[in-house]
């Protein structure tokens, strides 16, 4: 049985979180079904009333264990930059959305996290993480929009520019 045809369509919304450290440094992933795709932590809301915050702190902990809410990182720590970005979906992933269905609308938010946080990533999802300055972090995007982000990560956290 094939259970990718029991699941519903993708929602057309979805959340982009930039995990960094106070010093700067991005958290990126690779994924696993596209080794050498390296991004920061996205996902799709679950049902169309999910708050974005909780599509957030859900993909975040599920992509990387890391628990916003905990002593170890505060909920406030992720913040909402109110960027908005839609694009057209990559047609090699079209087929997880309803027919007709071309385009995302994605929400940008911030997480600012311990530089030495444990970070235990989603085996069928990603395959090693990387931490790197914001601009490398950038360069080494996929997703233009990831990529863009990444580029306004001063400007959003109050990191020197350098």
Not at 14 to 23: A, E, F, G, N, T
Not at 29 to 58: F, K, M, N
Not at 87 to 92: D, F, L, N, S
Not at 99 to 115: D, K, Q, S
Request: overall charge negative; glycine content about 6%; aromatic content about 6%.
């Amino acid at each position: 049985m094939n259970t990718a045809a029991l699941r519903p369509p993708k929602i057309p919304e979805s959340v982009l979180v930039v995990i960094h450290s106070p010093q700067g440094e991005v958290l990126l992933i690779e994924r696993a079904d596209h080794p050498g795709y390296w991004q920061s932590v996205t996902g799709s809301r679950d049902h169309a009333d999910e708050p974005l915050h909780d599509t957030c702190r859900r993909e975040v902990a599920e992509e990387t264990g890391i628990l916003v809410g905990s002593a170890e990182v505060p909920a406030q720590a992720l913040q909402d930059w109110q960027l908005r970005n839609v694009y057209e979906i990559y047609p090699v992933w079209r087929h997880r959305y309803a027919p007709g269905v071309t385009h995302n609308t994605e929400h940008v938010f911030g997480l600012c996290v311990p530089r030495d946080i444990a970070v235990r990533l989603a085996p069928r999802e990603h395959l090693q993480h990387v931490w790197l300055p914001w601009r490398e972090a950038a360069d080494r995007c996929f997703s233009p929009s990831n990529a863009e982000a990444i580029l306004q990560l001063p400007r959003r956290s109050g990191i020197a520019p350098g």
